[in-house]
């Protein structure tokens, strides 16, 4: 069974402060996708990750791929109060661009 | 250009009764999804289209829901009866053939009471 797993599921910080959220995926994939959601909204894409290795970056978050040990990570920067949402990692297994999702990590950032 | 348009927004239900969702994705987008997100979880896949054809329903509980996406454009998916445990937000995405990732509509929140 496919399991998409992130940790940690809740994370409150300070701001200013730096962390970072991982994903583990537990079959073989070089597509993985991060999104942000806020209460009561829909999912935005914030990055996409092709290939092994590849790093993104927009503002405070920071995004990275190693398809061989099947992890990516979400690094969040000198946090500010804007990226409170929840984040989820999503892994492309097939070729369909069809996505599973993992758990969600609920980020708190407080002033 | 305009996004993935859903609707109702809300809607509550009593179990045993049916309901419907639609969805209009962005023009020229060949490949529509629903996905089922319950509170407190990651979405999760229900129905693949290509066109109007079926790509993936083997997540669908084919007993009480069902899809259909006529002439390749917009989508309904129907549940019924509807159970407690379907409350959650259904979410349709669209996307356009050799993109990757896609883009979600604002979702239908189902409350079965």
């Known amino acids: 069974e496919l399991k998409v797993e992130q940790n940690p599921l809740f994370l409150s910080m300070q701001e200013g402060k730096n962390y970072t959220i991982y994903c583990n995926y537990s079959?073989?994939?070089?597509?993985l996708y991060w999104y942000r959601q806020d209460p009561g909204k829909s999912l935005e894409s914030l990055f996409v990750?092709?290939?092994?290795?590849a790093v993104k970056q927009e503002g405070r978050l920071m995004a990275s791929l190693d398809t061989k040990a099947r992890l990516s990570t979400l690094h969040i920067t000198a946090a500010v109060h804007d990226l409170s949402a929840t984040y989820f990692c999503a892994v492309d297994i097939y070729t369909g661009n069809q996505f599973y999702f993992g758990t969600g990590t609920s980020l708190t950032v407080i002033p | 250009e305009a996004g993935v348009a859903q609707s109702p927004r809300y809607k509550i239900i009593e179990k045993r009764q049916s309901v419907a969702f639609w969805c209009n994705p962005i023009?020229?987008?060949?490949?529509l999804y629903w996905y089922q997100q319950i509170l407190g979880q990651g979405p999760k896949l229900l129905i693949q289209?290509?066109?109007?054809?079926?790509?993936?329903d083997s997540q669908l509980p084919k007993d009480r829901f069902s899809a259909e996406r006529l002439k390749g454009v917009d989508s309904t998916l129907k549940i019924q009866p509807a159970k407690l445990e379907d409350s959650a937000v259904y979410l349709c995405?669209?996307?356009?053939?050799?993109?990757?990732?896609?883009?979600f509509g604002s979702g239908t929140r189902l409350t079965v009471v």
């Open positions: 990750l092709l290939s092994n290795g």
């Open positions: 079959t073989t994939s070089d597509r």
């Open positions: 995405a669209s996307s356009f053939q050799g993109d990757y990732g896609y883009t």
């Open positions: 289209f290509q066109n109007n054809g079926v790509v993936d």
């Open positions: 023009s020229g987008h060949a490949t």
